[in-house]
């Protein structure tokens, strides 16, 4: 630290001991000015190693949106800005399309066709309406779209419906029975659901990848329906699964977490590792069930 002058000191210092000091402060100035330059260079480069962009990045994938920088990624200044009465068109509801009658035929008729029928069998028409009291009526289709490995097919559903013309039963209608569908009205299958899901949730490719993949095969699927399918099959059938699943290992002694095969003197043995809070235990679990045995707890339960 430098010596610090008293007023009464620099009145009687000569000139050339005022110099001296003054070159001394100038040298220390321009010392204290570069490492003041040195340390803000330091926090700029830390700042830009913790906060700034990496080298290493991935590359943005067609079809995802970035958390991000979507902002950066769609803008275009080029792109011209909508007049007022372009954006009230629009945001105009637009009126639903009628569905066009025979349209879904349309719509799969390029694909190879399986005719599935559903016809009554005869001794329920005897049984129900008597021999010779009742006659065909139009069938009932619907169609639905089944998934396969490598290819597609149309299966085209043929309900039969029969109509009583004497007898008790006149005038009462007997159809085939309808199979059960996935869901609804859909030409989803469980074949093609799953085939979404596998492509999803086990394989990790967005939706728009497989509706893709989907229209590269002739099958046009956006991934609105795919995500509405998705959903209503966990609603409907994997979360009545889930909660089996918890009671049932809610109500176990013991839940398995990790299984180690290790081989015995005379027969091969699991040793069971639970790490379930707040028990830590061992269980070995023989051939035969009977046979299973706790090796070490702290759950006094056990």
């Not at 970035?66 to 950066?72: D, I, K, L, P």
């Not at 659901?193 to 939706?207: D, F, Q």
Request: glycine content about 4%.
């Amino acid at each position: 630290m430098c010596k610090k002058f008293s007023p009464d000191e620099l009145n009687t210092m000569d000139t050339e001991s005022k110099d001296d000091i003054i070159y001394q402060m100038q040298d220390r100035l321009d010392k204290l000015e570069q490492d003041y330059e040195n340390l803000m260079e330091q926090v700029r480069l830390a700042n830009q190693q913790r906060f700034g962009r990496q080298s290493e990045k991935l590359e943005a994938i067609a079809g995802q949106i970035s958390f991000f920088n979507e902002a950066e990624a769609c803008c275009d200044e080029s792109a011209p800005e909508p007049t007022i009465e372009e954006a009230i068109i629009d945001a105009e509801k637009k009126p639903r399309k009628s569905k066009l009658k025979g349209q879904r035929e349309e719509d799969l008729k390029d694909f190879p066709q399986e005719v599935i029928p559903h016809d009554v069998a005869e001794e329920k028409l005897l049984d129900t309406f008597g021999k010779g009291n009742w006659r065909n009526m139009p069938d009932e289709i619907f169609w639905q779209l089944r998934f396969e490995p490598a290819k597609w097919i149309a299966e085209k559903h043929i309900i039969k419906v029969y109509v009583g013309t004497d007898g008790m039963h006149q005038d009462e209608f007997l159809r085939g029975d309808h199979p059960n569908t996935l869901f609804r009205g859909s030409i989803a299958t469980p074949s093609l659901e799953a085939a979404i899901i596998n492509a999803k949730y086990v394989n990790g490719n967005p939706l728009d990848r497989i509706a893709r993949d989907f229209q590269t095969n002739g099958l046009n699927l956006s991934k609105q329906t795919m995500s509405n399918w998705t959903v209503a099959a966990a609603e409907k059938y994997f979360v009545p699964v889930y909660e089996l699943m918890k009671t049932t290992s809610l109500k176990a002694r013991v839940n398995q977490c990790d299984e180690t095969t290790v081989e015995g003197k005379r027969q091969i043995i699991r040793l069971t590792i639970n790490l379930t809070p707040p028990f830590i235990s061992g269980v070995v679990s023989c051939i035969r069930p009977e046979d299973s045995l706790t090796m070490a707890s702290s759950n006094p339960d056990l």
